[in-house]
């Protein structure tokens, strides 16, 4: 959990995961540009990425060394 690869990993899944949660809500949400919130947009894009570092670093000792993974597969 303490090296470059490991948070690398994890920011790359928070991102992923921020963006997933921002097209998920203005798709469900009818996205419309004039009448938008935001600020509630990055909200929600924020917290995932927040529960995404808090999943990555929970499951830091379950799968491969210097991954966030809870599965530990081969490349």
Not at 25 to 38: E, S, T
Not at 39 to 68: E, F, I, K, N
């Given at each position: 959990?303490?090296?470059?690869?490991?948070?690398?990993?994890?920011?790359?899944?928070?991102?992923?995961?921020?963006?997933?949660?921002?097209?998920?809500?203005?798709?469900?949400?009818?996205?419309?540009?004039?009448?938008?919130?935001f600020?509630?947009?990055?909200?929600?894009?924020?917290?995932?990425?927040?529960?995404?570092?808090?999943?990555?670093?929970?499951?830091a000792?379950?799968?491969?060394?210097?991954?966030?993974?809870?599965?530990?597969?081969?490349?």
């Amino acid at each position: 959990m303490f090296t470059s690869k490991f948070w690398k990993a994890a920011v790359e899944r928070a991102v992923k995961s921020g963006a997933q949660a921002l097209l998920g809500l203005w798709a469900l949400d009818g996205f419309n540009v004039v009448d938008a919130d935001f600020r509630l947009a990055a909200g929600v894009a924020a917290g995932a990425a927040v529960l995404s570092v808090l999943t990555s670093v929970v499951s830091a000792g379950a799968g491969q060394p210097d991954s966030p993974s809870l599965v530990g597969g081969d490349r």
